[in-house]
């Protein structure tokens, strides 16, 4: 079994705090909510954060908190925020530092889980669902770039930890 750090990438609504935790409880080791970090850091939530310094602040504070967690190194799970693979040095870092599981989720997945939550900028406003189909077309890219993909869609949080658990012990084998 790994003892690097096992990152969670995956849309806004994949799951990546809900499974997150549960994977670390299964591995037995620390649980990092990347936004959270970044909140801690900056003092204020992440909408704030867009509010007052805009998107390109926030996105140099989740590079600056995604390059400290990971150079802690030893086993962790890390939950990231849905837009880290974006960045190329980001994407690097995890590549580096980890193993990189992405969480698949559809639209309808989605549009359901984030339905009348106001906690994420980029979804917030008049957002149709094309606007949102074109984020996340615009990620799969990235998203592709990972060591392990799980498709989410009918599965418990439960059921993901426990696939992704599989999956790990698979690699080390
Ligand atoms: C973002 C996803 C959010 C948060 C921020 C930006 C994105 O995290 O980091 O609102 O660009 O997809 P979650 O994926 O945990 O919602």
Do not use: W
Not at 65 to 94: D, F, P
């Amino acid at each position: 079994m790994t003892d690097l750090p096992v990152i969670l990438t995956g849309f806004m609504g994949s799951g990546k705090s809900s499974v997150g935790k549960v994977l670390a409880e299964l591995l037995s080791c620390r649980f990092v909510d990347l936004d959270s970090e970044i909140e801690a850091s900056a003092g204020i939530s992440i909408s704030e954060i867009f509010a007052r310094e805009g998107e390109a602040a926030f996105r140099a504070l989740e590079s600056e908190q995604l390059g400290r967690v990971l150079a802690e190194r030893g086993r962790c799970v890390v939950a990231t925020g849905g837009g880290v693979v974006i960045s190329h040095e980001n994407r690097h870092t995890m590549r580096k530092h980890g193993v990189i599981i992405n969480l698949k989720v559809t639209l309808e997945q989605v549009l359901e889980r984030l339905r009348g939550n106001d906690d994420r900028p980029l979804l917030a406003g008049n957002r149709v669902p094309e606007q949102v189909m074109e984020l996340m077309e615009g990620r799969e890219q990235f998203y592709a770039d990972a060591d392990i993909r799980i498709d989410t869609d009918g599965k418990s949080v439960e059921d993901v930890a426990a696939l992704i658990l599989g999956h790990l012990k698979g690699l080390s084998a």
